[in-house]
């Protein structure tokens, strides 16, 4: 995590906690600050070093606030902040990490109850007590207990968007170090699963304790947890950090076995067997007429890259994104592996917000910075009011289409990208569109989305959706808000046969909150013939970046560059929308 994101953090972390005291005015304060240091593209820290009036450019950032910033720079801590934690003892992020608890709730419930966990809570549910306090009831309650189990998994995971720039960081820093020879992310973090336990770090040296030394001095480790002398482990915001040192000849067989997942390296290994060959974490060993079971036993012929452990096997290497046991060794045995889409080959993004829902920037600011992405085409699909969004824009007074005549005089003064005129439109209980049939066939593009009852079965729901005439996307089809709710179950194969005959798109939602659809759901949609849209869905130009978080989670999918909407030439996009 960057410093900025981390003094960000702890606004956010401030603001719950005068939410929690009932304090008004001031959490919306914190929050909006915390969202434009988040996107700041300098150095918080080095801004700071020349006083809270220098960090008072950043707007949203008023005297007081600016001079937190500044007191955690120079000292580690927030005063007042520790002050807030000692009045209110308790786990807020685990704690409003169950659906339906915020922190105000949180505030209601300690004071009540004296409620400071999730162990806490759940006793409290379990005991009938939640319903008995003033602002709450049975069915609350009920709600809460049913909601601790998913959150007490999620709470111990941490979502891809905050452990990979994490763990790049760190990468970043062990590169510059002279004995480092070889450094690479491993584990769930490098297959890009949505959400990671402990960020795994592998480095190939000759000087493994020079190595251990460096990694433990890093200054973005809060707690050394161990040090050995080749493998040491740091906690940082709460999350573990595991890093092994291997000899350099060893490093592909090493960062192979570690990068998983386990049953992708169980049927490699049942492969080696096959062939008389030995399989491990250091290497690739012929060990015909062998008997020993030393690890390193007989004749290694592979282990020092990647691919090289592969090709023992006859195998081409596979992508870390498709080691999941799902196929992926039969089809690089059968040669047929897909060719994966790279970030590179998105040429737009067809699910954008600005100001005039609930994002941060004008249009004219998010064309601009899609522009200065070097993107081909940006779609604005602010939300339109309906069940489950508040702010969106208005689609009853006029207020959408006036929108619509904006962008369409944006898109003509343009010469360097094309705009899209659209909406994220309101999928109801029922499947149907909350936008006028008439309206929707204004627009360039509609994207909808589901954003109310968001439990149960939903594939009915959808193929509705999915079958009007005028929708082009589903967005995040399931509504899912990872480490926070499940979103709704979903035929996906059933879905995807409708949305391909309809030519409706499906949305990878690069949001790393959601990346919804998840791979495997990427996976049965491309199979049943659907066309994949990677979004960013983003709500300021900094979310531009997610697309990253997007195009790999359909890379789990085995998306190839065809696969996805907006890999393709604008006319080509034209066509499919009309």
Request: proline share 3%; net charge negative; glycine share 8%.
């Amino acid at each position: 995590m960057s410093g900025n994101e981390s003094i960000a953090d702890l606004l956010e972390a401030f603001a719950d906690f005068l939410d929690a005291k009932d304090v008004e005015y001031k959490p919306r304060a914190y929050r909006r600050a915390a969202e434009n240091i988040a996107d700041y593209p300098g150095d918080i820290a080095t801004l700071a070093e020349d006083g809270a009036d220098a960090v008072t450019e950043i707007e949203g950032v008023g005297d007081a606030i600016a001079s937190k910033v500044v007191e955690y720079v120079e000292t580690g801590t927030i005063e007042e902040l520790d002050e807030l934690r000692e009045e209110l003892p308790v786990d807020m992020d685990a704690l409003t990490s169950v659906e339906g608890v915020g922190p105000k709730t949180v505030g209601s419930l300690h004071e009540a109850l004296g409620i400071e966990t999730l162990d806490d809570l759940e006793a409290a549910a379990e005991a009938s007590e939640i319903q008995d306090v003033s602002g709450f009831g049975a069915k609350t309650e009920q709600n809460i207990l049913a909601g601790i189990d998913f959150a007490r998994q999620a709470h111990e995971r941490q979502l891809l968007g905050e452990a990979r720039p994490r763990g790049e960081a760190l990468k970043r820093y062990l590169e510059r170090v002279d004995a480092v020879e070889a450094c690479e992310l491993a584990g769930s973090l490098r297959r890009w699963k949505a959400t990671i336990g402990d960020v795994d770090v592998l480095v190939g040296s000759d000087d493994a304790q020079t190595v251990v030394d460096a990694f433990t001095d890093w200054d973005g480790a809060d707690r050394i947890i161990e040090a050995g002398t080749q493998k040491a482990s740091v906690r940082t915001d709460g999350v573990r950090i595991d890093l092994r040192v291997v000899a350099p000849a060893e490093f592909g067989a090493a960062l192979q076995y570690f990068t998983g997942s386990k049953d992708h390296n169980v049927a490699l290994r049942n492969r080696a067997i096959e062939r008389d060959l030995k399989m491990n974490e250091y290497g690739v060993f012929d060990v015909a007429g062998v008997e020993d079971d030393d690890q390193r036993a007989g004749d290694r012929i592979a282990g020092e890259t990647e691919p090289s452990m592969y090709g023992a096997l006859e195998l081409p290497w596979i992508a870390p994104e498709l080691r999941e046991n799902r196929g992926e060794v039969h089809a690089a045995a059968e040669n047929s592996l897909p060719d994966l889409v790279e970030t590179e080959a998105v040429r737009g993004d067809l699910h954008v917000h600005t100001n005039l829902s609930d994002g941060n920037e004008t249009i004219e600011g998010m064309v601009e910075a899609a522009a200065e992405r070097g993107d081909e085409y940006v779609a604005i699909t602010d939300h339109a009011t309906g069940p489950g969004m508040v702010g969106g824009v208005g689609v009853e007074d006029e207020q959408l289409r006036e929108q619509l005549t904006e962008v369409r005089a944006l898109d003509e003064s343009r010469e360097d990208i094309t705009v899209f005129a659209g909406v994220e439109a309101n999928i109801t209980t029922d499947g149907s569109v909350s936008v006028a049939d008439e309206l929707l066939a204004e627009l360039d593009l509609v994207v909808a989305s589901p954003h109310a009852g968001l439990d149960g079965d939903g594939t009915d729901r959808l193929i509705t959706a999915a079958e009007h005439p005028h929708v082009d996307v589903i967005g995040h089809p399931t509504g899912r808000y990872l480490n926070r709710r499940p979103g709704l179950d979903l035929d996906v194969e059933r879905l995807a046969t409708v949305a391909a005959g309809h030519d409706t798109a499906l949305e990878v939602n690069a949001n790393p909150q959601r990346l919804d659809l998840g791979g495997s759901a990427v996976k049965q949609a491309i199979d049943a013939g659907a066309t994949i849209a990677v979004n960013t869905d983003a709500h300021r130009p900094a979310s531009y970046e997610y697309v990253r978080f997007g195009v790999h989670t359909a890379r789990r999918g085995w998306a190839e560059a065809a696969d996805v909407l907006n890999t393709w030439p604008i006319e080509d996009v034209k066509s499919f929308l009309s």
